[in-house]
């Protein structure tokens, strides 16, 4: 597994942000273990609060939720980084809710995206035990946006139209 640019995210054109993420057989494989290191790594460097791996160029089925307050996100809550493998979801509720996103591949845009506001995470953490955590709101959406990543999908898919896509300088003039 080549991990050399590792701290590289991929940006929007990069094939390996439209493909299908590859299910993880054992979290213990040495390159697994490094693969999480390195994209803890890219994550602290960044101001955002999730990483697929696909971002920094590797299909496999991890991503990274780390809800905190940055200048990007001021009013996101307070979560510790959690690695999650091979996650899924289901919808606890039916109600969605439309608020900003924005993504490290996709630098300067912000949208508003539609997301369920009440999910039941799965995944199996870096130990290899499996994990259900319920999530809502910014934690919620978070989690959607980098389980699209492994999809194949950018929040960009998601939006309901083409006017709720916005320069992330115009949004920070709004917020």
């Not at 080549?2 to 995210?9: F, G, M, R």
């Not at 940006?11 to 213990?28: C, E, F, K, T």
């Amino acid at each position: 597994m080549n991990t050399s640019n590792s701290y590289e995210i991929a940006q929007l054109g990069a094939q390996v942000l439209r493909q299908m993420a590859i299910s993880v057989p054992d979290v213990h494989d040495a390159d697994i273990q490094q693969l999480i290191k390195d994209m803890q790594t890219a994550l602290s460097a960044s101001e955002g609060v999730g990483l697929a791996a696909p971002q920094i160029g590797v299909s496999k089925c991890i991503i990274i939720v780390a809800s905190k307050p940055t200048r990007r996100y001021p009013c996101a809550p307070l979560m510790e980084a959690t690695v999650m493998i091979n996650p899924s979801f289901e919808i606890l509720s039916a109600t969605t809710e439309k608020d900003w996103e924005g993504c490290l591949s996709i630098p300067g845009i912000r949208a508003l995206v539609p997301r369920y506001t009440h999910i039941m995470a799965h995944y199996t953490d870096i130990q290899g035990i499996g994990v259900t955590l319920p999530m809502e709101g910014f934690v919620a959406r978070v989690f959607q946006h980098e389980f699209d990543h492994l999809e194949g999908k950018v929040y960009l898919d998601k939006v309901e139209n083409n006017t709720d896509i916005i320069s992330e300088s115009e949004y920070f003039k709004l917020h």
